[in-house]
């Protein structure tokens, strides 16, 4: 029951922001800006002095990822072609990474780092839960629940990595909106708004997998107790 609880919990906690992020950028996609998401990226990459990084569009709606591998601003087609405040914070956002890439930010030296051992992490938890389906219980094995929380360990502490990774990229892409005179002091608040439950996501995403982390620590600690 409290694994439930804590799902459901979770699950509406995400559905509840997910939908606030979605009404948010709808309103803000009717505030005009003077230039599209692809031109804002385009000017904040060369006025920080990044030269080899390419904006590039990409099918979806919120879609919108930095490719450090190809040093690509990947933009959604929406926020790519429209001139608006929640796409020029989207843009403004993804070219923080950049930025960030440029400059060698610790957090996300330390999250891409990370990939590898979360990836296994991330395939191995997917074989131990397949291996429950053919009766291969993990909660029923000591050793395999110290692997499961393990593992589960390692995919939660990169969710809390993500944290002030995407925090960061948001405060680099206000602060230069600011300096590049693009935004009055209403379309900062609006894209500051946008930015923030955009990284709720992230916030509600590293706390349910936290909670569920602690689930299976008490779990292991009770069939301890019961040894």
């Known amino acids: 029951m409290t694994y ?3 799902i459901g919990a979770s699950m509406l906690a995400s559905l509840l922001v997910s939908g606030m992020l979605k009404r948010r950028f709808r309103q803000y996609s009717q505030e005009p800006m003077p230039v599209t998401g692809a031109q804002v990226a385009e000017m904040m990459l060369r006025q920080n002095g990044i030269n080899d990084v390419r904006v590039v569009s990409v099918p979806g709606h919120l879609t919108d990822h930095y490719d ?6 990947n933009l959604s087609e929406p926020v790519y072609h429209e001139a608006s405040v929640a796409a020029a914070a989207v843009a403004a956002h993804e070219c923080g990474h950049a930025v960030q890439h440029q400059q060698a930010y610790a957090w996300l030296t330390f999250r891409s780092k990370m990939v590898p051992a979360v990836q296994l992490s991330s395939n191995l938890l997917n074989y131990l839960m397949i291996a429950g389906i053919f009766g291969l219980s993990v909660f029923r094995s000591p050793t395999l629940l110290w692997a499961w929380v393990a593992l589960f360990g390692v995919t939660t502490l990169f969710a809390f990595v993500t944290l002030p990774v995407e925090f960061d990229a948001s405060r680099r892409a206000l602060a230069w909106i600011d300096r590049s005179g693009l935004a009055a002091t209403m379309q900062h608040r609006k894209a500051k708004n946008a930015l923030f439950w955009a990284a709720m996501t992230y ?6 997998s936290l909670a569920q982390l602690l689930y299976y620590v008490m779990l292991l600690l009770g069939q301890r107790r019961n040894d």
């Open 203 to 208: 916030v509600v995403a590293a706390l349910g």
């Open 4 to 6: 439930w609880v804590i």
């Open 68 to 73: 450090p591998v190809s040093k690509t601003v």
